[in-house]
């Protein structure tokens, strides 16, 4: 199992509205819409029969889930958490935390779906202790179909925003909850998912889980996000995989140099900082090779 970093500033409340909304949920009080995930609009029919359309090959890309910004001269794709609007006139990736929930999410679940969220003997949620996210329970067929009545309007969202791709993060879940679920489970869910990005026209992308490539047929994933494939020496066999069509990010000037020297015009590769901060913040780092 290969664990790699992401956006700690992506873990706020913001990350559960989307920028098409009229307005977020409150945060506080009584109310109980308040972190509810399922509180934006979507607008799905808008977009039916959209042609699906995967990212160039080695374009240069921003990946910018942990906030927005002007991308730098040269950008051609852009990822963005669903919540941020895509960047105009560039190919944009809609970032969806589909497999974990939230932090400030977790309460909304409990309280309507308390059954879809995955829990060990005791009755607690089973938790990816790094970024204290409730892991979602795929085990089942009809856990699947449910949850995919949560996730999907998400991605209609991300359709109704104008992104022309989704990016479904935390495929590899069932590595963190202790036997509990599987990767048949999780081949499933990814392609129920994709079913519904491809009828709103959004490609769909695999994040990172070299070990499901062999289940792309299944899947149907079009092409490929990943972190530090060039530290852990994977990238080729995502390039293999999805013909070129993969969005890089690397976290250390290593992996970066790696991933740059063998696959520089092969596949799309860029240096960011742990946090994926916007321009302007502290430790923003951001390259293109």
Same mark, same amino acid.
């Given at each position: 199992m290969t664990i790699?970093?992401?956006? #700690? =500033?992506?873990?706020?409340? =913001? $990350?559960?509205?989307?920028?098409? =909304?009229?307005?977020? +949920?409150?945060?506080?009080?009584?109310? *109980?819409? $308040?972190?509810? &995930?399922?509180? %934006? @609009?979507?607008? @799905?029919?808008?977009?039916?029969?959209?042609?699906?359309? &995967? @990212?160039?090959?080695? %374009?240069?890309?921003?990946?910018?889930?942990? /906030?927005?910004?002007p991308p730098p001269a040269g950008v051609r794709v852009v990822s963005r958490?669903?919540?941020?609007?895509? #960047?105009?006139?560039?190919?944009?990736?809609?970032y969806v935390n589909a497999f974990q929930a939230q932090p400030d999410a977790l309460d909304w679940w409990q309280a309507h779906h308390p059954d879809l969220?995955?829990?060990?003997?005791?009755? !607690?949620p089973v938790m990816?202790? *790094?970024?204290?996210?409730?892991?979602?329970?795929?085990?089942?067929? *009809?856990?699947? +179909?449910?949850?995919a009545a949560v996730v999907g309007p998400w991605i209609d969202g991300c359709a109704a925003a104008g992104f022309q791709a989704v990016e479904l993060d935390n495929l590899d879940s069932y590595q963190r909850s202790g036997g509990r679920l599987t990767a048949g489970a999780a081949t499933a869910f990814a392609r129920l998912l994709v079913q519904r990005a491809h009828a709103d026209g959004l490609a769909a992308s695999q994040k990172n889980t070299a070990e499901l490539l062999g289940a792309r047929s299944a899947t149907g994933f079009d092409f490929a996000?990943?972190?530090?494939?060039g530290t852990y020496g994977e990238c080729g066999r995502y #390039?293999?995989?999805?013909?070129?069509?993969?969005?890089?990010?690397?976290?250390?000037? $290593?992996?970066?140099? #790696? $991933?740059?020297?063998?696959?520089?015009?092969?596949?799309?590769?860029?240096?960011?900082? !742990?946090?994926?901060?916007?321009?302007?913040?502290? /430790?923003?780092v951001y390259r293109a090779c």
């Open positions: 790699t970093p992401r956006a #700690a =500033a992506l873990r706020t409340a =913001a $990350a559960l509205c989307l920028a098409v =909304a009229a307005g977020c +949920a409150s945060g506080g009080g009584t109310d *109980d819409t $308040a972190g509810d &995930p399922t509180s %934006a @609009p979507a607008t @799905p029919s808008a977009t039916a029969g959209r042609p699906v359309v &995967p @990212p160039p090959v080695a %374009a240069v890309f921003d990946y910018q889930i942990g /906030g927005a910004y958490d669903r919540g941020d609007v895509p #960047a105009a006139g560039l190919y944009s990736v809609c969220v995955l829990r060990d003997g005791a009755g !607690h990816d202790t *790094d970024w204290n996210e409730a892991l979602l329970d795929t085990s089942t067929p *009809d856990r699947r +179909a449910r949850l996000v990943t972190e530090e494939c #390039a293999a995989a999805y013909g070129g069509r993969v969005l890089d990010v690397e976290y250390t000037d $290593a992996g970066f140099s #790696a $991933a740059c020297g063998a696959w520089k015009g092969r596949i799309s590769v860029v240096r960011r900082d !742990h946090d994926v901060s916007p321009a302007g913040s502290d /430790g923003y």
